[in-house]
């Protein structure tokens, strides 16, 4: 016997209506993370010497630049949904919760605005 109304089953959604995109998305982002994790150890074992130039080099690479601002974006939108499920399940009242949800919203965005910034600043120059 199911507590879930016959149109909650057949759309697949819960009391929030959300179904089970927040945890798919979790789920698909660990797996892009444990991919790109994976790339950047193994190119940073295989680069010998990580002195600054030869880091600011690999760096510029258009390939590996890419795939880093892939990395952090995705560490960010990992955290980011990881902090929100913690946000929601322990702060009990309204009000705490929502200020939380969203300085924690404008705070992974701006930590990942920095990190493209940086990670573009290594690849196009100082300019940039």
Not at 29 to 58: D, K, M, P, Q, R
Not at 92 to 109: D, E, P
Not at 114 to 125: E, K, M, N
Request: glycine letters at 8%; proline letters at 2%; hydrophobic letters at 60%.
């Amino acid at each position: 016997m199911s507590l879930r109304s016959p149109l909650g089953r057949v759309l697949g959604l819960g009391a929030a209506k959300e179904g089970v995109q927040h945890w798919w998305h979790q789920r698909v982002s660990a797996v892009a993370l444990i991919l790109l994790a994976t790339w950047f150890v193994l190119s940073l074992l295989t680069l010998g010497e990580l002195s600054y130039e030869n880091v600011h080099a690999w760096m510029a690479r258009p390939v590996n630049a890419t795939f880093l601002v892939l990395l952090v974006i995705t560490v960010l939108y990992h955290s980011q949904l990881g902090v929100q499920v913690v946000i929601e399940d322990y702060l009990a009242r309204k009000g705490v919760k929502v200020a939380s949800l969203i300085a924690s919203q404008f705070i992974h965005i701006a930590l990942g605005a920095l990190a493209v910034i940086a990670v573009l600043r290594t690849v196009f120059g100082a300019a940039a």
